[in-house]
């Protein structure tokens, strides 16, 4: 094991990665990506930082990403923000 790996305290359960995919997989299809594009890595992992800020409603989340998408905020500019 490598000791440079920073490890969160609450680690994503198998239900939370089936909760972020489902939203993931949707807003796939809504917006027409490819999973392997850059706008789908940053999505999956503005999903993932909303999740562990604790937001876990399904619902919220794809609100969450949602609005970012139509108010012209760049899910990598709102992830930014957040820092």
Avoid at 34 to 61: F, K, M, P, T, V
Avoid at 68 to 74: D, E, L, M, N, R
Wanted: glycine content about 2%; hydrophobic content about 40%.
């Amino acid at each position: 094991m490598h000791s440079d790996i920073n490890f969160r305290a609450n680690p994503i359960s198998p239900y939370d990665l089936d909760v972020i995919d489902s939203v993931f997989q949707a807003e796939l299809r809504k917006r027409k990506l490819s999973r392997c594009s850059e706008e789908a890595e940053r999505l999956a992992a503005r999903l993932i930082s909303l999740y562990q800020a604790g937001l876990r409603d399904a619902h919220e989340l794809m609100a969450s990403v949602a609005d970012a998408k139509t108010t012209g905020i760049s899910i990598s500019t709102a992830a930014q923000q957040e820092k």
